[in-house]
């Protein structure tokens, strides 16, 4: 069995900034995308940031504000927030691409979500 857990959201003030984290465990063979996704009431899911083999992409509204990171040894992904605006304000969810031990494929797995919010 595979699971994600995320940590470190939170309330922060305008400007402030706050650093999400990701750990995969469980039964896993390999992993090859990483990525965090938000969603804020009302809106479609969106993807944030994503890794793979050291590339990555950003949403163009978080671009110079968001860092995305990934610790391979430790199945961990962070994301780096920084100048955060009340429209970052939604539900940040961990992926990742992974296959699982005995598993013929990969595919998505999903954290259960971290509230974001940013207000004064």
Known sequence: QVQL??????LVQPG???????AASGSILSIN???????????????VASIRSGSVKYLDSVKGR???????AKNTVYLQMSSL????TAVYY???DL???HSSWY???WGQGTQVTVSS
């Open 99 to 101: 296959r699982a031990i």
């Open 33 to 47: 995308a990483m990525g965090w996704y938000r969603q804020a009431p009302g809106k479609q899911r969106e993807l």
């Open 16 to 22: 402030g900034s706050l650093r999400l984290s990701c």
């Open 94 to 96: 961990c992926n990742a």
């Open 107 to 109: 595919r998505d797995y």
């Open 5 to 10: 857990v995320e940590s470190g959201g939170g």
């Open 66 to 72: 968001f860092t995305i990171s990934r610790d391979n």
């Open 85 to 88: 605006k009340p429209e970052d």
